[in-house]
C-alpha cells in the first residue's frame, strides 16, 4: 500500500521555522521531497499533518495547497509509478530542476528495482555489471552518453581486460537489460543493437553407457567414507538429470516425502524456476532408493558438499578407468588454449545432468518428454547433448543403409 504524508524536518531554518517535508511510502521503501513551505512548531499540527486551523497559514490557504499536492501524489500512487518517478513529477510540479541522474546512479535505481523480481545469481550478475562500468563509463555519464555502439565498445573494452568471450556476452546481455530498463522510463530514445562475441565450442563432457556402467560396478570397499556418497549423487544424476541443488533436497531427511516409492517418482522442486517437477525413477535408482528406505537410512542421499563430490569422482573415474583422451578448449581473452586431457579429470556433479540428457536422446526418448523431465528450453538441450560416433553410425545405418 501507498501513502505520503506530510512533517516537519528535524533541523531549523534560519529565521526559526521548519521545512515541510512530503513522505512517500510504499511497503518498507519511503523517499522524502523538501516543499517550498515551512511552517513554527507551535502553528503545526502533527496528528493531522497540516497548520492548525487556528494558524495565519491555515487562513492565508496553506492547508489547501498542502491538500491539492497530496492530492496530486496520490493519483501518481495510484497508478503504480515507481517512488522514483513520483518524486521526479513532485518536484516539476513545485517547478524545482533536479539533477539529470548519471548512468551509475540510474544502475543503483535499476538493481533495487530488481532485488525482488530476480534470482540471486541474476543479482550477482548485476552486480559484476556495476563494477565493470564502474571502471568502463566516465564519472558523470548520463543517458545522453548512450550511443549506437555503446555496447560494441563494451564488448571490445572486456575482451582487452583479458575477460572470455562466454563472459563478455553475459556482460553485454546485462547491459542491455538495464538500458532496455530506462527505455522503458522514458529516460532513453532508443537502445543500441545486441552484440555477441563468437564462443569457442565447449566439448559436452558426458559418460557413455559402458563408462556408467564401469563406475557403477566399481568396487569402492577400499575407499575412505565419502566416495560411496559421490557415486550415488552422481548416478541418481545420470539417471535423473537433476541438478546439484535439487540433489540436496534427497540430502536431509525431508527428502523421503519427496520420493513415492510406490509409483516410482520424485517430486522434484526446481530451484531455478520455482517450480515443481514429477520425475520417473526407473529401475536402477527406484531399487537403490528402496533399498536406502529398508536399512533405515536418515536421507534418500548421503549427504557431501559439492567440491567433496567433484574431486571424490576424479578419483573414481580414474580408478574405473575412464581415461578416454579429450581436448578441452578454453579462451583467455582473444587467445585459445587447447589442452588434452583423460576424461575423469573433466568429471563433476554437472556431469550427471548431461549425462542424461545425451543416454537419453541416444535410447530413442522424444525430445519433447526430454523437455518435461528435464529442461524448458530447446536451446539448452542442445548445450548439453553429446552425441558419439557409434551412435551416428548405427542413425545413418537405418536411415541409409538399405537403399540401394
Known amino acids: 500500500m501507498a501513502t505520503c504524508t506530510f512533517c516537519l524536518s528535524s533541523k531549523p531554518l534560519r529565521d526559526g521555522r ?16 523538501a516543499t517550498p513551505f515551512s511552517a513554527k512548531r507551535s502553528s503545526w499540527s502533527v ?21 491539492r499536492l497530496e492530492a496530486f501524489v496520490q493519483s501518481l500512487l495510484a497508478d503504480g509509478l515507481e517512488l522514483e518517478e513520483v518524486r521526479d513529477r513532485v518536484l516539476e510540479r513545485l517547478g524545482k530542476r533536479r539533477r539529470e541522474k548519471t548512468l551509475l546512479e540510474l544502475l543503483n535505481d535499476f538493481l533495487e528495482h530488481q532485488r525482488r523480481r ?3 545469481a541474476t543479482m550477482e550478475l548485476y552486480h559484476r555489471l556495476k563494477l565493470h562500468l564502474q571502471d568502463f563509463l566516465p564519472p558523470r555519464a548520463t543517458a545522453a552518453h548512450v550511443r549506437r555502439h555503446l555496447l560494441e565498445d563494451f564488448s571490445a573494452w572486456m575482451l582487452g581486460q583479458g ?27 532508443s537502445v543500441p543493437p545486441a552484440v555477441t562475441v563468437r564462443e569457442p565450442r565447449k566439448a559436452v563432457i558426458y559418460l557413455t553407457v559402458e563408462e556408467l556402467r564401469c563406475i557403477r560396478e566399481l568396487d569402492l570397499s577400499d575407499f575412505p567414507p565419502g566416495y560411496e556418497a559421490a ?14 541443488s535439487e540433489l540436496e533436497q534427497l540430502m536431509e531427511p525431508e527428502g523421503w516425502a519427496r520420493l513415492d516409492l510406490e509409483k516410482g517418482t520424485w517430486r522434484l522442486f526446481v530451484t531455478k524456476t520455482k ?46 578407468g575412464i581415461t578416454e583422451l579429450v581436448e578441452v578448449v578454453r579462451q583467455r581473452g582473444s587467445r585459445l588454449e587447447r589442452e588434452v586431457v583423460p576424461k575423469f579429470r573433466l568429471l563433476s556433479p554437472h556431469v550427471g545432468r548431461r549425462t542424461f540428457v545425451s543416454l ?20 539448452q538441450v542442445r548445450l548439453y547433448l553429446g552425441i558419439d560416433q557409434e551412435h551416428r553410425r548405427r542413425r545413418l545405418e537405418q536411415a541409409l543403409g538399405g537403399l540401394e
Open 360 to 379: 537419453a536422446l541416444q535410447g530413442g526418448l522424444e525430445l519433447q518428454d526430454l523437455l518435461h523431465l528435464s529442461h524448458d528450453d530447446l536451446r
Open 47 to 67: 496528528r493531522r499533518g497540516r497548520f492548525k486551523p487556528s494558524s495565519v497559514e491555515a487562513a492565508g490557504g496553506a492547508n489547501a495547497a498542502l491538500d
Open 275 to 320: 517450480s515443481f517437477r514429477e520425475i520417473p525413477l526407473v529401475g536402477p535408482i527406484l531399487r537403490f532408493f528402496r533399498e536406502r528406505w529398508l536399512q533405515g537410512a536418515r536421507e534418500p542421499l548421503e549427504p557431501i558438499t559439492n567440491p567433496q563430490c567433484g574431486a571424490y569422482l576424479k578419483e573414481i573415474g580414474q580408478a574405473a
Open 118 to 120: 530476480v534470482r540471486p
Open 231 to 244: 557415486r550415488a549423487a552422481l548416478v541418481v544424476s545420470c539417471f535423473t538429470g537433476a541438478r546439484w
Open 163 to 189: 575477460y572470455a568471450p562466454t563472459t563478455t556476452n553475459r556482460q553485454v546481455r546485462a547491459f542491455r537489460t538495464f538500458l532496455l530498463w530506462l527505455e522503458r522510463r522514458g529516460l532513453l530514445a
Open 18 to 33: 521548519y521545512r515541510i517535508r512530503l513522505i512517500m511510502r510504499r511497503g518498507r521503501r519511503a523517499i522524502e521531497v
